[in-house]
């Protein structure tokens, strides 16, 4: 997936948000370089943090705080915010 976001919720068993970064970090992509060395940084929306993300081009990993296992439940403007971002082509970034 050279392309995209990857929801993950470091309380939610069925998500794990460290197996999935692992699992992530070690994908083949062009960005794959540039996405290691990366730094996880504050995702926020309208000036709140709501997780923590990672971004190399356009491709991101995206933790979202407070979520479960519905991040689009339990963090609406974090959900929308990201997926507007990715649908619209864009870099995932805050707000």
């Not at 990857?6 to 370089?33: F, Y």
């Not at 507007?84 to 995932?92: A, C, E, F, M």
């Amino acid at each position: 997936m050279a392309h995209g976001i990857l929801p993950s919720i470091p309380t939610d068993w069925l998500c794990n948000a460290d197996g999935v970064e692992a699992v992530v970090s070690r994908l083949a992509i062009p960005q794959s370089h540039k996405f290691n060395e990366a730094k996880m940084s504050e995702y926020t929306v309208n000036g709140k943090v709501v997780g923590k993300f990672k971004t190399a081009g356009k491709f991101s990993f995206l933790e979202v705080f407070d979520a479960g296992h519905f991040v689009a439940a339990y963090q609406p403007a974090a959900a929308l915010q990201a997926f507007s971002q990715t649908i619209n082509q864009q870099t995932l970034h805050c707000t």
